[in-house]
């Protein structure tokens, strides 16, 4: 659920509002009329990924690197039996 307040409001009953907001209720402050300020409970986030988080869950496939040919030679990247690097099955 979510309430609008004034500004004044907020002031004089904010322990109040912060007990309805870590119990999940959300207030939005509103100053001369526009809402400029949100109060919601806080939620922890988890840990940043650290570099290896994903070691072994990630597979690329060994022709990641190779265009298809329709796109190649639509792009005019290569003849109908080369690569962009050179002929096909070095």
């Known amino acids: 659920m979510?309430?609008?307040?004034?500004?004044?409001?907020?002031?004089?009953?904010?322990?109040e509002i912060v007990?309805?907001?870590?119990?999940?209720?959300?207030?939005?402050?509103?100053?001369?009329?526009?809402p400029v300020v949100r109060i919601s409970r806080f939620?922890?986030?988890?840990?940043?990924?650290?570099l290896g988080d994903l070691a072994g869950q990630i597979r690329i496939s060994k022709d990641f690197d190779e265009w298809p040919t329709?796109?190649?030679?639509?792009?005019?990247?290569a003849g109908p039996n080369e690569t962009p690097f050179g002929p096909k099955n070095l």
């Open 70 to 77: 329709d796109l190649q030679e639509a792009l005019g990247m």
């Open 43 to 50: 939620r922890k986030q988890g840990q940043p990924p650290k």
């Open 2 to 15: 979510e309430s609008m307040l004034t500004l004044s409001d907020a002031k004089a009953r904010f322990s």
């Open 19 to 34: 007990e309805k907001a870590i119990n999940g209720e959300e207030f939005i402050i509103t100053r001369m009329g526009s």
